[in-house]
């Protein structure tokens, strides 16, 4: 496990287990984070509505995300292979957190049982 992937797993297991942080995270505005989803371009490589995709390798569904916003955060100034680091100067703690709130909005996948002509 490289630097980055502990970094981020540590993120992950303490939003989990509710681990206080320092820093206390400011509230998301899921209208907001839509805003900054298609502009600082993460649509480009995740698609429109978070549903992943394929850049140089697969690219994961963001939709309706488990992570807690620490652990976005803390994997968004990092980064990882050919995902970018977005530094504070690039989007603020604020950002991150309307970018956290759009994406747990995002409903994901459906089942094809959901879908009427695919199941005549
Ligand atoms: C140039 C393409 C690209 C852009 C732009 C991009 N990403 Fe990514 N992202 C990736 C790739 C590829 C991965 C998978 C990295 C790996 O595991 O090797 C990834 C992984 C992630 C993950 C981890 C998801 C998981 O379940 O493992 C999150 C969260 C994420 N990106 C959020 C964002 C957000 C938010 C933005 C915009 C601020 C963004 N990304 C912009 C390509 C991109």
Known sequence: ???????????????????????EAPKG?????????????????????????????ATPSLA?????????RAFLRVGLNDMPAFSKEVLTDQQVADLHAFLQSLPGSRSPADFKLLNQ
Request: charged content about 10%; proline content about 2%; hydrophobic content about 50%.
């Open 1 to 23: 496990m490289n630097t980055l992937m502990k970094l981020a797993a540590v993120a992950l297991l303490a939003g989990v287990v509710g681990t206080s942080w320092s820093e």
């Open 29 to 57: 505005d899921a209208a907001s984070g839509q805003r900054i989803y298609m502009a600082a371009g993460c649509f480009t490589c995740h698609g429109r509505v978070g549903q992943g995709g394929n850049f140089n390798f």
């Open 64 to 72: 309706h995300t488990v992570w807690p916003v620490e652990a976005l």
